[in-house]
């Protein structure tokens, strides 16, 4: 057990799917998942190993934003032993080429801040996918037939954003989508050697005001979830 992970030793597989809703770990465990245990719960981030296709997989909720996940990562990978991480959520598209329900893979995140701002200083760190579960999504997401978009990604501090000029240089450079949680998901994986991936379903477009109707989220996350879950195992 750890302050925030209340799993035994042993119940946490090697690879993880990082939700950051707990409430959407639960539904994908149960969905997608053999076998579905709960493994923690603890502050009500649920957590649950099962298998897929015969292969030991934990879905765990990751919370809210980068200071969250960095909890749940750490300690995922130090006291447990995870080795591939991939996040899954949602996100909103910046380009007028991605539509809703198109899934983006993250090859970068750029971000303002991270909670390992301190470790660099005034080193403006890169961080950017696995190259292997990269190309193993991208496979999988074509072989479903779903329209994907491979680049850049923009993880915010702050759900409510208050600058326009930077969306707009954001859109101007190319950024595919913004979320809240890959570029320190990347950071870390790289401090500890292991693989991370975020695979992310364009629920809403900041540019054209669009966003995904209640009813169609499942079937669009399901998409999300099964590259996710191809790519870990390719």
């Known amino acids: 057990m750890t302050i925030h992970i209340g799993a035994k030793p042993g119940e946490i597989a090697e690879t993880v799917l990082l939700p950051g809703d707990p409430r959407r770990a639960k539904w994908a465990a149960e969905t997608y998942l053999d076998n579905p245990r709960l493994i923690n719960d603890v502050r009500g981030m649920l957590g649950f190993t099962g298998s897929y296709k015969g292969q030991p997989v934990t879905i765990h909720g990751s919370g809210m934003g980068m200071p969250s996940l960095s909890i749940y990562v750490n300690e995922l990978i130090r006291d447990y032993g995870a080795q591939t991480l991939i996040r899954i959520g949602s996100c909103g598209a910046m380009q007028q080429s991605v539509r809703v329900r198109d899934v983006i893979l993250a090859m970068t995140a750029s971000t303002l801040s991270t909670p390992s701002r301190g470790v660099f200083r005034e080193l403006n760190f890169a961080p950017c996918a696995d190259y292997g579960l990269l190309r193993a999504a991208a496979g999988a997401a074509g072989a479903r037939g779903v329209t994907t978009h491979i680049g850049g990604i923009y993880s915010s501090d ?65 998409d999300m979830v099964e590259i996710a879950l191809d790519a870990a195992f390719a």
Do not use: N
């Not at 913004?178 to 570029?183: P, Y």
């Not at 540019?207 to 209640?214: Q, R």
């Open 158 to 222: 702050t759900f409510y954003d208050e600058r326009p000029d930077l969306q707009a240089q954001m859109v101007r450079h190319g950024v595919l989508g913004v979320e809240m949680e890959a570029a320190e998901l990347y950071t870390l994986a790289a401090r500890h050697g292991c693989r991370a991936l975020a695979v992310l379903t364009v629920s809403d477009h900041l540019e054209t005001g669009e966003a995904l109707p209640p009813q169609d989220r499942e079937r669009s996350f399901g």
